[in-house]
């Protein structure tokens, strides 16, 4: 009996800042961890699509689909097999604010970010995240 996988999406939100590369990170209390903004497909939906609604819908930001970075897998807190796919996007317009699970968003200097997230697999996305100041 084959498991089914958990299919979800999301963005590393990047923009420039004086010179200074910075990306949106979103603070979950179900969870108390630091993450990008993800969620989950809804039927019908493609990954990409999933993750611009779920990037607007978590951190209330409007953006444009970048490059792919990568894929995530691990088990949920349910114990089910879980990929998310994630895009490297671009704010075009909206205004930052937590909004569904999330109660805190925030832009944070790329050097910080590692330090930030609660995740290692969070971090490796860092590394093949391509941008310039």
């Keep these: 009996m084959s498991e089914n996988i958990v299919r979800a999406a999301g963005g590393l939100v990047c ?23 993800k969620g989950k497909l809804h ?12 990037v607007e819908e978590e951190t209330g930001l409007r953006c ?16 089910r097999p879980k990929t998310v796919r994630y895009w490297q996007m671009e704010p075009v317009g909206g205004v930052l604010a937590p909004a569904n699970e999330v109660d805190e968003v925030r832009w944070v200097a790329l050097c910080d970010a590692p330090g930030r997230l609660t995740y290692a697999r969070d971090r490796e996305l860092l590394r093949d995240l391509e941008v310039s100041a």
Excluded: C
């Design 43 to 54: 039927r019908g939906e493609s990954e990409r699509e999933a993750a611009l609604r779920e």
């Design 64 to 79: 444009n689909l970048g490059r792919e970075v990568g894929p995530t897998a691990y088990r949920d807190p349910r114990g």
């Design 15 to 37: 923009r420039n800042r004086g010179g200074a590369v910075e990306i949106v990170l979103v603070h979950r209390p179900a969870y108390d961890d630091w993450a990008f903004p």
